[in-house]
């Protein structure tokens, strides 16, 4: 019987399916951006997002936005939501914040980049290759932001 109920305290995690929820690109400046020279510049927007399922179930949704200029054209701007759908449990609030704000969305951001690259190869221009991103950090500052608006309020 305490075999059963250690199990049923020990945390448990669990991936049970990755999709793409939206998927979006839009080359505005086509073709004539093509005959520019390619000095682009890029920015990056991230975003996540989570809804409980139920039954220990958890949605995350990762966003990622890219909109590249060349000069002051608007060469392509790419977007992916890419989802997982998570067995979480048996986790105190504060892991539960980190797991679904951080480890989530970095299991989720390697998918995200290929289908980002992907998309935006098939628009004809070159891949994306975006760098890692360091979720732990993104968490810490937004729970530092948070704390700090609360302090203020």
Known sequence: MTEQASDAAQPQFSLQRIYVRDLSFEAPKSPEIFRQDWKPGITLDLNTRQKD???????????????VKNGDDTAFIAEVQQAGIFLIKGLDNASMSHTLGAFCPSLLFP??????DNLVVRGSFPALM????????LYAQELARMQGGEAQA
């Open 53 to 67: 399922l139920g039954g220990d179930f958890h949605e995350v949704v990762l966003t990622v936005s890219v909109t």
């Open 130 to 137: 975006l760098s890692p991103v360091n979720f732990d950090a």
């Open 111 to 116: 998918y995200a980049r290929e289908a980002l």
